[in-house]
């Protein structure tokens, strides 16, 4: 799996840019309208190259910290980091996020986690990795999840029409819908996510916003 990111590292800040860039608009109206750039601690777990760490950078994150398993990535990432221009502000942690208590590599909570197209596992590790998240997250923070892909998929039912599609046609649904922008459809909803928040976030309060793209995220918000 991550030698697949590996490869994929060279092409794809090229291959991603216009849906990081529309899915990162999104989230980032957001967090500007709710007060939450500025002074905020960040963690970006499978950050790949970066896209949402440098930008809560460049908005006054109080730090960033980003996390991958990929060498490639993380080679990239620090690239563009452009040596101390953050000033002590960023770190980059090589690791698997699929290690078992991930808490214990982090010495402090977050105010807002990004799982950003981050949760491709089987839906038991998924759902582990949500639950640690919610552990490592500050009072009132915020997971973000972003993912257009299969594995959360599953857990949405009734919602045939495009998920009865193998996932190659999916795919292809969804990047003609990106290079169109003609689809504008609501594929989440709030009551469809209970299942897999009860597990995940059992004091969080969980919102499902649609992107105006083939693509989602979720806010899981802790209240206590
Ligand atoms: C689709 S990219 C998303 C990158 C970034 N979040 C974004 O939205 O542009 C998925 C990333 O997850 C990383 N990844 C995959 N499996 C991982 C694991 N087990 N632990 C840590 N990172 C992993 C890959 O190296 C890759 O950079």
């Keep these: ?99 078992k208590d991930l808490s214990k590599y982090f010495n402090e909570k977050f105010d807002i986690i990004y799982l950003k197209r981050a949760l491709y596992f089987s839906d038991n590790e998924n759902k582990d990795i949500l639950k640690q998240c919610y552990k490592l997250l500050n009072k009132n923070g915020l997971i973000i999840i972003v993912n257009p892909e299969k594995n959360l998929i599953r857990y949405v039912k009734g919602r045939k029409i495009l998920f009865a599609l193998p996932h190659f046609l999916r795919r292809l649904w969804a990047w003609i819908g990106l290079l169109t922008r003609t689809i504008k459809y609501n594929v989440y909803t709030y009551e469809k996510f209970d299942v897999l928040c009860e597990e995940a976030c059992p004091r969080g309060k969980l919102i499902t916003l649609n992107a105006p793209l083939p693509a989602y995220y979720i806010r899981i918000i802790k209240k206590e």
């Design 1 to 99: 799996m991550i030698c697949g990111w590996n490869i994929n590292a060279f092409f794809y800040d090229v291959a991603n840019s216009r849906l990081s860039h529309d899915i990162d608009k999104i989230i980032f109206n957001f967090l500007k309208k709710n007060n939450k750039t500025k002074n905020t601690s960040v963690l970006d777990l499978c950050a790949g190259t970066g896209s949402v760490s440098f930008k809560s950078l460049i908005l006054g994150a109080k730090h960033v910290v980003a996390v991958d398993d990929s060498k490639y990535m993380i080679t990239r990432m620090k690239h563009k980091k452009q040596l101390d221009f953050f000033n002590g502000r960023f770190k980059i942690i090589k690791l698997n996020v699929l290690k």
